[in-house]
């Protein structure tokens, strides 16, 4: 069966322009096939040439976007330079301050270890005292007792130089 394009549109019928033999081949010979060649040739050259235009368009736009971000990377890099810059000299500070803050801590330190052993020497004067008032009540109650042993010797005495007063009395009278 052929195929067969008529002047009417959407008919096919006999008298129409017959492209192709029953057999399959072109009927006109090696003109409709070269004709086929060249278009596809021409779609061919054409995709080609749409090709190295959006590769032209992409390499020219990724050259800007390549310059921008140049611009942006030396800005980056320029901020991170400084910022770098800054925490270094922080850390030099820090360096510093530690180092101050730990011979600070070694003279509070020797500061609180002097202040404790003063404490453990008034501590132990105050216990001595402590003692030496238990001590000086002790002596206390005994001089209370023996001044109370005194008195008591003194009116022995008083009474007994009574007695001999009044006994030399009697006798010499």
């Not at 192709?20 to 010979?29: I, L």
């Amino acid at each position: 069966m052929s195929v067969t394009f008529s002047s009417k549109s959407g008919e096919v019928g006999e008298d129409s322009l017959n492209l192709m033999t029953s057999d399959n081949r072109p009927k006109y010979g090696w003109r409709s096939h070269s004709s086929v060649w060249w278009i596809g040739a021409a779609a061919v050259c054409l995709g080609f040439l749409l090709l190295i235009l959006i590769l032209g368009v992409v390499a020219h736009n990724s050259r800007a976007i390549g310059d921008r971000q140049d611009s942006m990377c030396e800005n980056l890099i320029y901020s991170l330079t400084i910022d770098r810059d800054t925490l270094r000299d922080e850390r030099d500070q820090l360096k510093i301050n530690s180092g101050n803050l730990t011979k600070e801590m070694e003279v509070l330190q020797s500061q609180y270890n002097a202040m404790a052993e003063s404490r453990d020497k008034l501590q132990e004067e105050v216990n001595r005292l402590n003692l030496s008032r238990t001590e000086m009540e002790v002596l206390q109650s005994q001089y209370n007792a023996m001044a109370e042993s005194r008195d008591k010797l003194q009116e022995e005495v008083n009474r007994l130089n009574l007695s001999r007063t009044v006994l030399m009395t009697k006798l010499y009278k």
